[in-house]
């Protein structure tokens, strides 16, 4: 049995090929954010179970994404995704009644999203010409954070609006993701 290691450019025609699921999940993060910022939810724990869903989601997106990576870039994504994960099974159970669990559950998450964008954007950007929305991103995201650590005192409705505002700022940078995964599998179909 022979062995033929894959070649750069098609090693980058395989991993940019999907660019529209990407799309897809973006315009689903929008839809989600659509949703919650719709509707009113007056419970600690209906909040905190719609957070610990897309929190979730973020964590296995990231795995997947872990998977197309090599290198110390795949270990990140998925200590990550695993983190995700995590918090958001923390949601469902420990915050229980009390707005301060679930406001301490949000701001972490943001941390460690804000951080992740920021790391993420900086690293790439030799190589990408949209980093600054994954850091703007970022630093939304870790301004959030630290805002919802500091302040103990929150409604629902504000704790809705984090929500709400995770899941729109993670479908912005999966759109601008996909286009320019696009821009990267056109350029490759092309001199392929």
Do not use: C
Not at 5 to 33: D, F, H, K, M, S
Not at 85 to 99: E, L, R, S, W, Y
Not at 158 to 169: D, H, K, Q
Request: glycine share 8%.
């Amino acid at each position: 049995m022979s062995y033929s290691p894959i070649t750069p450019t098609e090693l980058i025609e395989r991993t940019t090929r999907y660019w529209w699921l990407v799309l897809v999940t973006g315009i689903a993060w929008i839809v989600v954010a659509a949703i919650v910022f719709r509707f009113d939810y007056t419970s600690v724990t209906a909040v905190s179970v719609l957070f610990g869903v897309v929190a979730i989601v973020v964590g296995l997106t990231e795995l997947f994404a872990a998977m197309l990576m090599r290198g110390w870039w795949r270990t990140f994504a998925a200590l990550f995704g695993v983190a995700f994960i995590v918090v958001g099974v923390v949601a469902f159970f420990k915050p229980g009644n009390t707005f301060v669990g679930l406001a301490a559950v949000i701001s972490f998450y943001f941390v460690l999203a804000g951080s992740w964008n920021l790391v993420t954007a900086l690293w790439t950007r030799p190589v990408d010409e949209a980093w600054w929305v994954q850091a703007l991103t970022g630093l939304i995201e870790l301004g959030l954070g630290f805002w919802a650590a500091g302040y103990w005192s929150r409604s629902a409705t504000l704790l809705i609006a984090f929500v709400g505002a995770m899941a729109l700022l993670r479908g912005v940078n999966e759109i601008v993701l996909a286009f320019r995964l696009y821009q990267v599998h056109s350029h490759v179909a092309v001199t392929a």
